[in-house]
């Protein structure tokens, strides 16, 4: 590769690297798993740099490699790595689950989201990337990148306690209010 | 909807690496990465590079009909239907595959050309194009890190398909360490493959399995049948089943509302190999059935998962063969409940 492409795929990394991270942790909710695989974007990019690197955002292009890895495998019947725990308390003491959630990374708040969901949820309102870029770069139809949001921000509405003060009674979380119904 | 993105932005601000990401390795090795598959593609005649650049670069089937020698070629997606399916995420192979050949010498597979065409416990089964327009059949252990490939070209792979094995020289031999699969043309003759230990997994794969017999993998098949392993009439009065030997049913399991039978499969609706299959009863408010099949080299060598969804109530099981051991990552999801069956709580 010539060495102005070597600079410039240097520079590109070093910019994406840090959000890149982040993504791939989302998705998957392991740092170790997360660098594996933007290793891998990394070099898959790499190999493919003298035809992208003018393309407007290169960086999608790694984010489409993370996320395929990342849903691929666990689509895969031995794919059983383990799980981030699913345990938000179930008790409706309003306070604790208020600093339970306050605590929690992005890998336990996307918990209990399907990959493909975490990867829109991520790219959609983390990255503030539009429904169009989203699609693109999970390779799926604009409607279904709205529609994995919305349903997506409706689990994490229940799962964070986010609760809207004009339907719920003071004191009563979403889930316990199910468990009621 | 924004107080939740405002807790999932503040949840991304306190998501903090571990650890330095090492940027520096990662460059020097996509640079290994990109000089070994320049020698790779040097190595090979140049008007298969020339070939090969056009089926990297338009991801097309190296076969154009103007040359001569490719018209006495059938097509790949004329020899099998997954050529012609859309490439989704899964379909990809493993990174191993990706940018070199693993054999050395052979052709570096087409990307844009693999499909995911079985998986089994223990084996990911793939076809792809080689850059050289040859038909492979990739095999993937993806516990151990290691694979096979074979390939053929298309007039050969019409006749005869391709296989390929994947053994561990240091194996014992066991269902975990070895794989023998036959990638089979559409329109093959499937009734003609059970000769030689072969067993159908999908449609254009089989795979080799042990000679050996429904007692040897399910020794509940040998006890007596007991009353209660006889399936009884569903409430309409028609049989559970008519596909398995009345005399070979034999309660696995029971609970409140779910039973679970094994046998043998009747010898019409077989293919020469026995098989085992596994039936189920649910009866909650109101009843269902179901039941599902398995060569029995198949049988042994991964077990037999089955599910039933009715009424709003799911059962999923998995029928056990002697001796079968779930590994630990398997158990955290399956809770073995009787000697050949596991059964996965609804998600």
Redesign the interface.
């Known amino acids: 590769m010539r060495a102005e492409l070597e600079d410039s795929f240097t520079r590109l990394a070093s910019a994406e690297l840090p959000r890149l991270r982040r993504f791939a942790y989302g998705i998957c909710g392991d740092w170790h798993r997360a660098d594996d695989m933007v290793q891998l974007a990394l070099k898959r990019m790499y190999l493919r740099w003298p035809r992208i690197h003018t393309a407007a955002d290169p960086g999608a292009y790694a984010r489409t490699v993370v996320a395929r890895v990342a849903i691929s495998e666990t689509r895969r019947p031995w794919w059983r790595r383990e799980r981030i725990s699913d345990a938000v308390p179930e008790v409706a003491a309003a306070d604790d689950v208020a600093v339970a959630v306050d605590r929690m990374d992005i890998a336990q708040a996307l918990s209990g989201l399907a990959p493909k969901q975490r990867a829109v949820v991520v790219l959609r309102f983390l990255e503030d990337r539009s429904v169009d870029e989203v699609a693109e770069i999970l390779g799926i139809a604009p409607g279904t990148v709205k529609r994995q949001s919305h349903d997506a921000i409706a689990h994490l509405r229940r799962r964070l306690h986010v609760t809207d003060h004009a339907q719920a009674a003071p004191g009563v979380s979403e889930p316990q209010k199910e468990r009621d119904a | ?1 924004d ?3 405002e ?6 601000d ?2 903090s ?3 330095v ?1 090492d ?1 520096d390795t ?2 020097r ?3 290994v ?2 000089r070994r ?1 320049r020698v790779i593609q040097g190595a090979v005649g140049v008007s298969t590079v020339a070939a090969a650049v056009a089926v990297a670069a338009g991801m097309v089937w190296p076969d154009d009909p103007s040359d001569s020698a490719a018209a006495d070629n059938p097509k790949p997606e004329q020899l099998l239907e997954a050529f012609t399916w859309e490439q989704k ?2 379909d ?1 192979l493993p ?1 191993a595959y ?2 070199e050949a693993s054999t050395p010498g052979a052709d570096e597979l087409v990307e844009s050309s693999s499909r995911l065409v079985a ?1 089994g ?2 084996v ?1 089964y793939w076809t792809a194009l080689d850059e050289a327009g040859n038909i492979c059949l990739v095999l993937y252990m ?2 151990h890190g290691t694979g096979a490939q074979e390939c053929r070209p298309p007039a050969a792979f019409a006749v005869e398909g391709v296989t390929a094995e994947l053994a561990d020289a240091e194996g014992d031999g066991s269902r975990e360490q070895n794989s023998e699969a036959w990638l089979i043309p559409d329109g093959y003759d499937v009734d003609a493959i059970s000769a030689d230990r072969w067993a159908l997994m999908m449609p254009n794969l089989a795979v080799r399995v042990p000679d050996i017999e429904p007692t040897e993998v399910l020794s509940v098949l040998a006890e007596p049948q007991r009353p209660e392993d006889r399936m009884p009439t569903l409430p309409d009065g028609r049989e559970i089943t008519r596909s398995i030997v009345d005399s070979t049913s034999r309660l696995v399991y029971r609970a409140e509302d779910v039973q679970v039978w094994a046998g043998l499969r009747t010898q019409e609706e077989t293919r020469g190999q026995p098989e085992i299959c596994v039936v189920v009863y649910m009866s909650h408010d109101s009843w269902a059935t179901a039941n599902s099949c398995a060569t029995t080299g198949l049988v042994w060598d991964s077990g037999l998962e089955f599910g039933l969804e009715a009424g709003g109530h799911e059962f999923h099981g998995w029928l056990l063969p002697d001796g079968f051991e779930l ?1 630990p ?2 158990t ?2 399956w809770t073995v409940v009787a000697p050949n069956l596991a059964v996965r709580e609804p998600e």
């Open positions: 909807m107080d939740v993105i807790r999932l932005r503040a949840a991304d306190r998501s690496p571990p650890h990401f940027l990662g460059l090795l996509a640079r990465r990109a598959r995420p899964q990809e990174d990706v940018g998986q416990r223990h990911d993806p516990e590994r990552d398997e955290q999801e």
